[in-house]
């Protein structure tokens, strides 16, 4: 039996609207599963289907949960649990997914959302495939992807159909926005690069014919009005745009459940951010210290080693050969150091370390001594 949510979007709680709201209609195995607007009036409503942008906008209220039984004998209309909250906070700017597990509708945490008029996709055996037989569209909620960005799928299954990438997605537009590339395997000199317009049709502004394989990568960027199209990693052709949907979030679309993807990975152009740098430089090997004067002790050393580079050296003192309060008296880049101003006739004791461009600090070397000259 059918059960609903009412969530993620609010239930009006005063003035004309009282008790209207958003409803999600879900109901078992391929039954209805929609989005609804009730309109009610405290005695009274009306359920409105909505199939395409809706104007109408409830912006306060609560959420809630709702459950609907036949007759009252029935009790198989049930819900195990329930939370609600804020929208979740977009954050980061690159993500990727292998499609892996069992969902319907694809969630993956509130990372996907279907766009305006669309049911989005679902998970089947490793692909994301179309919930429903005509266009599927989702975006990815999980990021904000800087205006230079990108969409790439994985092919899967392509019998029937089509679909691609998309990027350049209004999450706040009322109707469907952005730049799809599609893949026609029905009519593959139908592929090419689409307008999504907030109307819910298409407009293809550059075609071309590809060959569809599965496991194939292909790649839509958008860099400014500059669209261009990846296929394995090697580029296709370019396209200017009119200027229209200068950014926004990254996503995918497909024609029918047997165009699928088995991977898809999107937003900053730059790829994803590099994993934060932990690894601490060597410790500096033989130091050596070498009395020059009465008033100057230079040291040497062999350099430490650094995955991503050291970027300079803690060089710390003591007064007399087997001290232990050392302090920093320098932080130099090379791997020798003079140390001048000293007192004559006395013992100095050395040790380093290096460091990194993120702050890692590296072992200590070995302790070096050496005493100024008496003149």
């Not at 391929?30 to 809706?54: E, H, M, Q, W």
């Not at 199209?229 to 995918?252: K, L, M, P, R």
């Amino acid at each position: 039996m059918p059960v609903a949510a009412i969530a993620d979007a609010p239930i009006a709680c005063s003035g004309s609207s009282i008790d209207s709201h958003y409803l999600w209609w879900a109901s078992q195995g391929n039954g209805p599963n929609s989005l609804y607007r009730v309109d009610a009036n405290g005695t009274s409503y009306t359920a409105s289907p909505i199939p395409g942008p809706d104007t109408t906008k409830y912006s306060t209220g609560t959420t809630g949960i709702l459950a609907y039984t036949s007759s009252p004998s029935m009790t198989d209309a049930t819900i195990a649990s329930w939370s609600s909250g804020a929208a979740p906070v977009s954050s980061g700017t690159w993500t990727s997914s292998t499609f892996s597990g069992i969902e319907n509708p694809l969630d993956e945490g509130d990372r996907w959302y279907p766009l305006p008029t669309y049911s989005g996709f679902r998970k089947v055996g490793g692909l994301a495939m179309g919930r429903d037989w005509g266009h599927n569209a989702s975006g990815a909620w999980s990021i904000t992807p800087p205006a230079k960005q990108y969409s790439e799928v994985r092919l899967g299954t392509v019998t029937r159909g089509g679909g691609g990438p998309i990027v350049r997605i209004d999450r706040n537009n009322a109707g469907q926005t952005g730049w799809l590339l599609f893949l026609d395997t029905d009519n593959p000199a139908g592929s090419g690069i689409f307008k999504m317009n907030p109307d819910g049709s298409f407009t293809g502004v550059r075609y071309f014919t590809p060959m569809i394989i599965p496991q194939d990568k292909w790649r839509l960027t958008a860099d400014g009005n500059t669209l261009e199209v990846f296929w394995n990693g090697v580029s296709q052709f370019t396209y200017t745009t009119d200027g229209s949907y200068v950014a926004g979030d990254v996503g995918i679309e497909a024609l029918g459940p047997t165009f699928a993807f088995m991977a898809w990975e999107g937003g900053d152009a730059a790829g994803p951010p590099a994993p934060p740098d932990t690894q601490a430089p060597t410790a500096p090997g033989s130091l050596t210290a070498i009395a020059m004067s009465g008033h100057q002790i230079d040291l040497l050393w062999t350099a430490s080693m650094d995955d991503l580079g050291v970027t300079g050296y803690l060089v710390e003192r003591c007064q007399g050969v087997s001290c232990a309060n050392f302090a920093q008296v320098a932080t130099v880049t090379s791997a020798a150091f003079n140390d001048t101003g000293l007192a004559t006739n006395t013992s100095y004791s050395y040790r380093l370390r290096a460091t990194d461009a993120v702050g890692n600090l590296g072992p200590y070397s070995n302790v070096a001594s050496a005493t100024t000259l008496a003149f």
